[in-house]
């Protein structure tokens, strides 16, 4: 039986599993570590990226929300909340579904991307759109959670770390050894919090070695570049525009463990790697995703990592999230003819035969 049990059964000797744990999936995890050989050829180095947009609900965020779903379950939960800038809803709102809870999501008037909210519309959580951003929603949903009997799976829900944690195990089988450099797009701080933890483990085991940890964040929303919490984060990656990460320590010490670093893009940067990630290697991923290529070219070209390195970046979500930016930011034009052959193969003949 060839078929992938999804994270829990696959992983679950490291995961916090007992005979009351449900056997919570969609079949989530197991995602390609694709190697970009345009991009490491120009550049000189060896470029792996992990396409976490290739999960069910298309983000990283099915490995810990699974885990925390399935915790809750345990529980005896029948509410999941959560605030989020799109992901960690569209996530929620699938596993409850699944699990048959109800979901409250709570997310920033008019800075989440269309995908994902068409896609907490459609497995029916309760949606709640605030006059606020990001981190005051947290905010607000971790008083909440403490007063009524719903279950928080934000990622300081410590389940949540857990599973996200499966992705590092994966690219340790998968490249047969642990990258020398990790490259991840950081916002609330937690996800890069769970692959060092699921590094550390790793090694433990495996006698893997450990990956120097570089989190990129986006230069509107750069606390941790910068050490003060930024009140206003701006960002065109609206899945990274959060001003006061809910996991700061443990980002920190990750890096500093790890002798990695934190850096910032800016929404240019982003939106180059965005577009050539797409145009030169086929692979289409939301903005907030390419922070991590975005920064892994700031950092070849100041000096930062070496010729030759071998490097996975963590690809977070799927490009189809956030259309709108696809089409606003793409000079792809779209030519509009007649019903007609003959003005289709003239133009043809003129642009691509010539
Ligand atoms: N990339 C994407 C596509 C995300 O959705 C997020 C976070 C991150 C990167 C950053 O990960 O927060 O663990 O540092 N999205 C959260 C959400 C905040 O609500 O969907 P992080």
Not at 149 to 167: D, H, M, W, Y
Not at 220 to 244: K, Q, S
Not at 328 to 333: A, F, G, H, P, V
Request: glycine residues 8%.
């Amino acid at each position: 039986n060839m078929r992938w049990p999804g994270l829990l059964a696959a992983y679950k000797e490291y995961l916090p599993i007992n005979e009351q744990t449900p056997f919570l999936t969609l079949n989530e995890g197991n995602t390609p570590l694709v190697k970009l050989e345009r991009l490491s050829a120009e550049l000189g180095v060896e470029l792996f990226v992990k396409l976490e947009g290739a999960n069910p609900t298309g983000s990283f965020k099915d490995r810990g929300m699974v885990m925390a779903v399935a915790k809750a379950v345990e529980e005896g939960s029948k509410t999941v909340i959560c605030a989020s800038t799109g992901n960690t809803s569209a996530s929620a709102a699938a596993y409850a579904a699944r699990a048959g809870l109800r979901c409250i999501i709570v997310i920033p008037e008019g800075k989440i991307a269309m995908g994902k909210l068409a896609q907490a519309m459609m497995y029916g959580a309760e949606i709640i759109s605030i006059e606020g951003n990001f981190d005051q929603a947290l905010k607000m949903v971790r008083n909440i959670s403490e007063q009524e009997p719903i279950t928080l799976v934000n990622s300081v829900n410590p389940f949540r770390l857990e599973g996200q944690k499966t992705a590092a195990f994966e690219i340790c089988e998968q490249l047969g050894f642990a990258p020398e450099i990790l490259a991840i797009p950081v916002g609330n701080a937690g996800n890069i919090s769970a692959y060092w933890k699921g590094f550390k483990e790793y090694a433990a085991k495996k006698e893997t070695r450990l990956p120097k940890m570089f989190g990129f964040e986006a230069a509107g929303a750069a606390a941790l570049v910068h050490n003060r919490v930024f009140e206003n984060p701006e960002t065109i990656a609206t899945a990274i525009r959060i001003g006061n990460p809910a996991s700061w320590d443990l980002a920190v010490s990750a890096v500093q463990e790890s002798s990695g670093r934190f850096d910032e893009v800016s929404d240019e940067e982003i939106l180059f790697a965005y577009k050539k990630l797409a145009s030169s290697e086929g692979i289409f991923v939301e903005p907030a995703s390419c922070a991590s290529i975005a920064g892994i070219l700031k950092n070849i070209k100041n000096g930062s990592i070496e010729k030759g390195a071998k490097i996975v970046a963590v690809l977070t979500g799927n490009g189809l999230k956030d259309p709108d930016t696809a089409i606003n930011s793409s000079q792809t034009k779209v030519i509009r003819l007649a019903n007609d052959e003959n003005a289709v193969t003239e133009h043809i003949r003129g642009v691509v035969l010539d």
